[in-house]
């Protein structure tokens, strides 16, 4: 099966090559080989560190990209606090004191299935669990790390065979992946919407309150896009009192819930040490959790530099349809017009043609990442046929197209997170509306993306707009425990208002905003 689309006849070659290399991988590649630096000789500074981000005892080679993405995307104005740098400096240790394989790990365990809590014990969990695509992955992980850290406890990712091998563990000597033989293991599948220990079934049953004594020693939390309002709950503070004695949370989500803990005044003081700049919330976070595997990290290498380095400035566009019914040429219309307008992407000259294909001066690469080609072939026929009329040269490229998302396949998973990265080591993003996809790149590349809005049967008028905050959208409003119901974003705190793609969704956003 071919991942890639043939492009022009001077690059036949190369496609062919990394198509061996995404589909079967080269059993002659040693997937530790330095890919560009040396990575037993080179010095880590600040910038590799990201301004203190990361931990500098790891091993280098167990994960080349954890110190060399400062090498393909660009230095971040945004600069993590020292109060942050410090706390995960703090989990760290929390991490390796409690984490699978220790003793107070193994006490735990028996806790667990005993149902008796320890209270003298210093170490609490909270395990996540999956649903939907890597990006709404990515991101509910996100917001159970803030949690985490926020309630000092230890993170745990029940991690699938879907998700095997996409990222390199965050924590130096300990791992956050949930052991095969944790209890409920077989059963996590089952914990969904309905499921009786729910917690919010529990407190909207009253099952479980301020008042109760005899707590169990687990609960489980559904905060995914359907959650009701006993679930949202979970972000009330007077629930937030009891669960501080429950040494086991199990929560699955498939959203980026994080915004929903800035209300709260029980995180309020944390918050703002660790985030004095509201907008870098995930770009922080997310570029210390998500590294990707030395195998996924080889493919992203190898493509950036075959199609992407030799470019004075590379695009990126990510396209998402998410109704079928959609016509392509509003989609096609709704993006050309888009890059024209705010001056990406140059117009074509379609009364003359070129004699050749372009060659190594490349003025600008544009990489588009969607689950078909159609946009890809269109545009890169479009210029290939035609010159520019500023006399720019564009290339375009495509590293998949999966025509169908497959978030339970392992390979998929690992292109769209190789796809992922490759968009946010470009100059300018183009990402579309709704998408977490998009919300991830932007995050990880530190950028303020042009968004083109939702087509609903027509272009929309203006097709795109400039992203204000670089943070991801939560496609709900939010909840507002007092008055136990959803309120506009900005009445519960100045920097939370509604997205600029989702107008019920919310997003955090600076003051100054």
């Known amino acids: 099966m071919s991942f890639f689309p043939k492009l022009a006849a001077a690059f036949i070659v190369l496609p ?7 589909s079967y991988g080269d059993k002659r590649l040693n997937p530790t080989i330095d890919v560009g630096l040396k990575h037993d000789s080179y010095q880590l500074t600040g910038d590799k560190l ?5 931990a500098p005892n790891f091993t280098k080679s167990s994960c080349l990209s954890r110190y060399q993405s400062i090498s393909y995307r660009k230095s971040s104005p945004h600069k993590p606090s020292l109060y942050l740098v410090s706390k995960l400096r703090d989990h760290e240790k929390l991490h390796k004191s409690c984490g ?3 003793e107070a790990y193994k006490r735990s365990i028996k806790q667990l299935t005993s149902g008796q809590i320890d209270s003298s014990s210093e170490c609490r969990y909270v395990v996540w669990v999956a649903c939907c695509g890597l990006g709404n992955r990515i991101l509910s992980i996100t917001s159970a790390f803030l949690y985490a850290v926020l309630t000092n406890r230890v993170l745990l990712i029940n991690e699938e065979s879907d998700m095997s091998d996409l990222f390199c563990e965050p924590f130096p000597d300990a791992s956050w992946i949930l052991p095969k033989d944790f209890p409920f293991k077989n059963q ?3 914990f969904k919407k309905h499921c009786p220990r729910r917690c919010g079934n529990m407190l909207k049953n009253n099952v479980i309150n301020a008042s109760t004594e005899l707590l169990p020693s687990f609960l489980y939390f559904y905060l995914s896009h359907d959650y009701d309002h006993y679930d949202k709950h979970f972000f009330c503070d007077q629930n937030q009192i009891v669960l501080r004695k429950i040494p086991w949370l199990i929560m699955k989500s498939d959203v980026y819930f994080l915004p929903s803990f800035f209300p709260m005044s029980s995180f309020e003081e944390e918050l703002d040490k660790l985030f004095p700049d509201r907008e870098t919330v995930f770009h922080h976070l997310g570029r210390y959790l998500f590294h990707p595997s030395n195998e996924v990290w080889k493919l992203i290498t190898t493509y950036y530099k075959n199609y992407l380095a030799e470019a004075e400035e590379r695009i990126g566009i990510q396209i998402r349809v998410f109704d079928h019914k959609t016509s392509f040429q509003n989609v096609m219309d709704q993006i050309l017009t888009c890059t024209r307008k705010e001056k990406l992407l140059p117009e074509v000259n379609v009364d003359k043609s070129l004699s050749a294909p372009y060659g190594k001066n490349i003025s600008k690469a544009v990489l588009i990442t969607s689950l078909i080609p159609d946009y890809y072939e269109e545009m890169k026929h479009m210029y290939l046929k035609h010159p520019t009329l500023n006399g ?3 290339a375009v490229y495509q590293p998949s197209h999966e025509v169908k998302q497959k978030s339970k396949n392992n390979m998929h998973n690992k292109k769209a997170w190789a796809e992922i ?14 998408s977490t996809f998009g919300y991830v790149a932007q995050g990880l590349g530190g950028k303020r993306p042009w968004i083109l809005y939702k087509i609903d049967r ?12 670089m943070e991801p959208c ?15 974003a900005a009445t519960v705190v100045p920097y939370l208002r509604h997205c600029e793609d989702v107008s019920w969704g919310t997003k955090l956003f600076n003051n100054s905003q």
Request: charged content about 15%.
């Open 16 to 22: 062919v090559l990394f198509i061996f290399l995404l």
């Open 392 to 394: 720019e040269v564009i």
């Open 474 to 488: 939560v496609h709900a409003p939010v909840y507002d425990c007092k008055a136990e119901g959803v309120v506009h």
């Open 421 to 434: 990265n490759l968009l946010s080591m470009t100059d300018v993003l183009v990402t579309t509306g709704w």
């Open 100 to 102: 699978p394989g220790t």
């Open 188 to 190: 996590l599948y089952r």
């Open 458 to 469: 027509t272009i929309p008028d203006p097709v795109c707009g400039r992203g204000i905050s």
């Open 50 to 54: 990201l301004d203190g981000l990361l």
